[in-house]
């Protein structure tokens, strides 16, 4: 009965095994795919878009140690903390859009950061707010009440540059 049932299965133990060639095959495929992603890896990063500096900062009245200047509009400078309520480093997630033919850069931040902007705006209403992009000012709007929420924008970019902020926010850029 043994002996039939061998005949008759569809398994045979030396039919089955892959020959040495096929397994060394695999193995050189394997071995490529892992060269080959790697290597795609390395040029990824290498071709990534730089980080663009972002921040929320306070402007202030007068220049002393604590404040810096930045450019608006490429005419006059505006006097603000050296310290941002915003950076970077606290932004979360970024989309460009664009609304009546201006772009804006829409980004979203930590919930420390959106509680140090509520805390901020709630104590300050009537301050002015500096909104910047790679060191140049792209709006100082006023206070009006305590700003609630995580998502903020920034008005006022062409097209390349929101949509290349944005996408390297999104891809994971930190500072």
Known sequence: MYASFRTRSCVNARMDRKPPFAI???????????LCLSVACVTRHEAAVRCPDIEMSVVADTQTDSTKTATLNDTSTV???????????????????????????????????AKRVHEFSKQHVGRKLALLVDGKVYGTPRIAGAIVGNGYRIGGLDRADAERAAAAISNGCRR
Do not use: C, K, Y
Request: aromatic letters at 6%; zero cysteines; a negative charge.
């Open 79 to 113: 006097v603000m903390s050296r310290t941002p309520l915003v950076a970077t480093g606290d932004i979360t997630g970024a989309t460009a859009s664009q609304t009546g033919g201006e772009w804006f850069l829409n980004f979203t931040v930590t919930d420390d950061a």
């Open 24 to 34: 060394a095959h695999t193995l050189l495929s394997l071995l490529s795919l892992v």
